[in-house]
């Protein structure tokens, strides 16, 4: 319990976590994120959260192609940033790995 202008309120402590990973629509290397529809809802307090912030890109722009009115998350909250490597479809012949 701690006291703020006289009254008694429960104070928690935050959640902290040793790592966080969060998936972005675009990104830079500095870790500047854009989030892309419900994504934008939790992936930037998870971030927030990690001791080490690992963040997976779709697509990895250059610093300064983001526009900074449109950054959802500063870099200074992601250490590592992992460019999304593209899914390929199976082809056509393959028993998908049976």
Known sequence: M??????????ERGIR?????VRAAKG???GN???????WNFNPLAAMAGKVTIAEVEELVEPGAID???VHLPGIFVQRV??????RP????SSGGR
């Open 33 to 39: 994120l854009v989030f892309n529809k419900s994504t």
């Open 28 to 30: 830079d290397r500095h």
């Open 82 to 87: 992992v460019a999304l490597t593209p899914s």
């Open 17 to 21: 976590t040793d790592f966080a990973l």
């Open 2 to 11: 701690r006291e703020f202008d006289g009254t008694e309120y429960v104070l």
């Open 68 to 70: 900074p009115d449109a």
């Open 90 to 93: 199976p082809t056509s012949g």
